[in-house]
C-alpha cells in the first residue's frame, strides 16, 4: 500500500508536469492543426474547380528564362510538396524572399564597356533580347575591378527598356504638335499614358548607346518637358 | 489503487523530493501564461470553439463562424479590449498574433474596426487570385461597370474593368500568375472570421488588383503610372507599391503627386537590398512626396531584418516583414514551383509584406474615421507608432507600426 501510494503520487506528478507544460505552451497548438488540415483540404477541393486559367505568356520572342540568384535557405528544407506545405500549414522554416529576374539567360543583342579607371571603375551596358512586353531590354551596370585579384564586382545595376523612352510635354503643347515635332527626328509614338500625362516614344534602340542618343536629342527639342528611361522594376 | 495498478508499472517508483518538485512546476507553468490576450473570456488568442469552427460546405460556403465569449458580451460586460478571429490558420500570422515581440496590435485594433469595406485599397502587383476562397469576396467590383459587355460604360478609357486592370496584357483579367500580388492581397484583407484560412488586417475589404509586374514579378514603371493614375481616378484612398528599382523617374513622381492631390495615400516597400537609402534612394520608396509612406522590415523580435533597406531620414516606419503567412493563388503556376511556393498559403519575407501591414492599417483607420485626409492619416500612424531603440538609425524616429494606437 505504501509503495503503492508513492508510486500513484509520482506517476500523478509526471501527468500534471506534462498538462502544465502543455497548457504553457497552448493547447491549440495541438489541436488546431489536424482540424485545420482536414478543414483546408475540403476548402481547395472546392476551389480548385472553380479556379481562373491563367493569362497566356507575352508574346515579342522567345520564353523568359528565369535565372535568379539563390535563395538563402534560413531553416530546415521541406520535404513536403507545395501544396501539402500549404495545407498542412506547417512552418517548414523556408524563408524566402521573392526572386528578382536578372535576365542572365537573355540573348546579347549588343554591347559596350568603358575602360578601368584608376579606381578599377568601369560601366557595362548590354542590350538583351527579352521576354517583356517590350521585349529590348538595357541592362547598365557599373563595375569595380580589384587589379590585384582581377575580380571584377557589380556595384550598381539598373534596367529599362532599350528602345523607347517616357516622355512629357510642356504646358500647352498637344498629342499632334508632339508627333510633329518628333517623328522627322526618327522617333514614333508607341504609346500614350493616361490620357497625354506622358508618352512613350520610340527609337532604334538596338545600340547600346542609342537610349543616351535619344534623350539627349529630345531634350534639345522645344516642346518637351523631359524625356526620361521607363525603368524595369520588381516586387521586392 | 489496486483497480488502477494495471496504469502504474510497478517499476515505475519516484523519490518524494521529485514528486513535489514535478507537482510545483506543473502547477507554476500552468498558472504562468505569458503575453496572452486579456478578453472577456480569459482564453488564448484562439479558442478551442474557434479552431473547431464550422468548415464550409457546398451547402453553406460561409457558415457563421463560431462566436467567441469575446464577442458576445453581457450587458453588464465592458466592451472587449482585443477581438480575434476564428479562421484556422490564424495562429500561423505570428506578424499579427500575440507571441511576438513585434507586436502590432491589430488584435487590439479589431476591438474598434475591422471593416474597410468603405476604403477601396488598390494593389499595384503581378495580380490576385479572385477566385481564393479567403479573397473573392473582398475584391472589389466597379459599380459602374456591367460585365462582358464589351464597352467602356464608365468612360474611363478602359473597357469592362469590372474587378481592376491588367496593365501587362491591356485586358480586364488581372489574375495572378506569379503569386507576389496574391500574398500582399491577403495581408491587406483576407476575409477575416469567416472559418477559412487567415485573416488580413482587414477582415472586410475591397481590393483593387492592378496587375503591371509580370509572371516573372518584373514590370515596368510606365505601367505603374498608368497604374497609379487609374487607381486615383476609380476613387482608391490607399495604394500599396510593393516594388521598385530603377532611378529617378519625374513621370512616376508626378504620377505620386497625383495621387496626393487626390487625397490618396501610397505606400511603398523600402527594398530589399540591406542598403542606405539615404546614401542611394531606392524608388519609388525615395520620392519626397507629402503622401509617400516607406515601410522597412523588422522581424519577430523587432529587429531590422537583415535584407531590408534602411534610411535614417528617408523610410519612415518599420512593419513586420518576415515569416509572413499569406495567401497565395490557389492554382500552382510556374513562378510557384520555381520559387517553391504552396498553393493557396504561404510565407514570404520582404518589404513587400512590411508595406501592405501599413496599408491596411491606413485603410483600417479610414474607415474607422471616414474625415481622416491621406496627411492626417499618414501623421497619425507615424506619431502613434512605438518607439523601438533597436531601429536607432535605421528608421525615422525609431518607428514601428502599432494598429491599436493608429485607430484610438
Not at chain 1, 504638335?177 to 490620357?195: H, K, W, Y
Not at chain 2, 459602374?144 to 483579367?173: L, P, R, T
Not at chain 2, 511603398?268 to 522597412?296: K, M, Q
Not at chain 2, 535614417?312 to 510556374?334: F, K, R
Request: hydrophobic content about 40%; some cysteine; glycine content about 8%.
Amino acid at each position: 500500500m505504501k509503495k503503492n501510494w508513492k508510486t500513484g503520487l509520482g506517476f500523478f506528478s509526471v501527468i500534471l508536469a506534462v498538462f502544465g507544460v502543455l497548457d504553457w505552451y497552448g493547447w491549440d497548438q495541438l489541436i488546431v492543426s489536424k482540424e485545420v488540415h482536414s478543414g483546408l483540404t475540403k476548402a481547395q477541393s472546392g476551389l480548385k474547380t472553380a479556379a481562373q486559367a491563367p493569362l497566356s505568356p507575352l508574346g515579342g520572342g522567345a520564353p523568359l528564362a528565369k535565372v535568379s540568384k539563390p535563395v538563402p535557405n534560413r531553416g530546415v528544407a521541406s520535404t513536403q510538396s507545395p501544396n501539402e506545405a500549404g495545407a498542412n500549414e506547417a512552418n517548414s522554416g523556408i524563408f524566402r524572399e521573392p526572386r528578382i529576374e536578372t535576365f542572365e539567360s537573355a540573348p546579347v543583342v549588343s554591347a559596350s564597356e568603358t575602360v578601368p579607371d584608376q579606381e578599377g571603375r568601369f560601366t557595362r551596358v548590354r542590350v538583351l533580347k527579352t521576354g517583356m512586353k517590350y521585349p529590348l531590354v538595357r541592362v547598365e551596370e557599373k563595375w569595380v575591378r580589384d587589379f590585384a585579384t582581377g575580380q571584377d564586382q557589380v556595384t550598381h545595376r539598373v534596367e529599362m527598356i532599350a528602345d523607347h523612352l517616357i516622355l512629357k510635354l510642356d504646358p500647352g503643347y498637344t498629342a499632334e504638335d508632339l508627333v510633329r515635332v518628333v517623328v522627322p527626328l526618327g522617333f514614333e509614338v508607341r504609346a500614350t499614358i493616361s490620357g497625354g500625362r506622358a508618352y512613350l516614344v520610340s527609337f532604334n534602340g538596338h545600340e547600346p548607346m542609342a537610349l543616351e542618343k535619344a534623350a539627349a536629342q529630345l531634350k534639345a527639342t522645344q516642346g518637351i518637358s523631359y524625356s526620361e528611361p521607363d525603368y524595369i522594376v520588381h516586387a521586392n | 489503487m489496486g483497480r488502477l495498478s494495471f496504469l502504474i508499472p510497478n517499476s515505475v517508483q519516484l523519490p518524494m523530493q521529485t514528486c513535489v518538485c514535478l507537482i510545483l512546476t506543473g502547477a507554476l507553468l500552468s498558472g504562468c501564461k505569458m503575453d496572452r490576450t486579456t478578453s472577456l473570456s480569459g482564453a488564448s488568442s484562439l479558442t478551442i470553439n474557434q479552431a473547431l469552427a464550422p468548415l464550409p460546405t457546398s451547402a453553406n460556403p460561409s457558415p457563421t463562424p463560431s462566436i467567441s465569449p469575446s464577442t458576445t458580451p453581457s450587458p453588464t460586460a465592458s466592451p472587449p479590449t482585443s477581438l480575434s478571429a476564428n479562421d484556422p490558420l490564424f495562429s500561423q500570422q505570428v506578424d499579427l498574433f500575440q507571441n511576438s515581440t513585434a507586436h502590432i496590435h491589430v488584435k487590439e485594433a479589431w476591438a474598434l474596426q475591422t471593416d474597410c469595406s468603405g476604403v477601396p485599397v488598390a494593389v499595384l502587383d503581378s495580380g490576385v487570385d479572385m477566385a481564393h476562397p479567403d479573397l473573392a469576396a473582398n475584391i472589389y467590383t466597379n459599380p459602374h461597370e456591367i460585365a462582358g459587355n464589351g464597352h467602356d460604360d464608365d468612360s474611363n478609357g478602359y473597357v469592362d474593368d469590372v474587378h481592376g486592370w491588367n496593365f501587362v496584357a491591356s485586358n480586364n483579367n488581372p489574375t495572378d500568375d506569379h503569386y507576389h500580388g496574391t500574398h500582399v492581397s491577403g495581408t491587406i484583407g483576407a476575409i477575416g472570421n469567416n472559418g477559412i484560412g487567415i485573416a488580413g488586417i482587414c477582415w472586410k475589404a475591397q481590393i483593387v488588383p492592378l496587375k503591371f509586374l509580370d509572371q516573372t514579378g518584373s514590370g515596368l514603371n510606365s505601367d505603374a503610372i498608368k497604374a497609379i493614375y487609374y487607381a486615383v481616378d476609380l476613387g482608391v484612398k490607399v495604394i500599396n507599391a510593393s516594388f521598385g528599382g530603377g532611378g529617378y523617374d519625374a513621370a512616376f513622381k508626378a504620377a505620386i503627386d497625383y495621387a496626393a492631390a487626390h487625397d490618396v495615400l501610397f505606400i511603398a516597400a523600402a527594398g530589399n537590398d540591406g542598403a542606405d537609402n539615404d546614401a542611394t534612394p531606392f524608388y519609388p520608396a525615395g520620392y519626397a512626396s507629402t503622401n509617400l509612406i516607406s515601410v522597412a522590415s523588422v522581424d519577430a523580435i523587432d529587429a531590422i531584418s537583415s535584407f531590408s533597406n534602411f534610411g535614417a531620414t528617408s523610410v519612415l516606419i518599420a512593419a513586420p516583414g518576415e515569416n509572413i503567412y499569406s495567401t497565395t493563388p490557389t492554382v500552382q503556376n510556374a513562378g510557384m514551383t520555381a520559387d517553391h511556393i504552396a498553393a493557396s498559403y504561404d510565407r514570404l519575407n520582404g518589404t513587400s509584406m512590411a508595406a501592405p501591414h501599413i496599408a491596411g492599417v491606413a485603410a483600417l483607420y479610414k474607415a474607422f474615421d471616414p474625415s481622416q485626409t491621406a496627411a492626417s492619416i499618414k501623421a497619425q500612424i507615424l506619431s502613434r507608432a512605438d518607439v523601438i531603440s533597436g531601429l536607432n538609425g535605421k528608421v525615422v524616429g525609431s518607428r514601428r507600426l502599432n494598429a491599436r494606437a493608429t485607430l484610438h
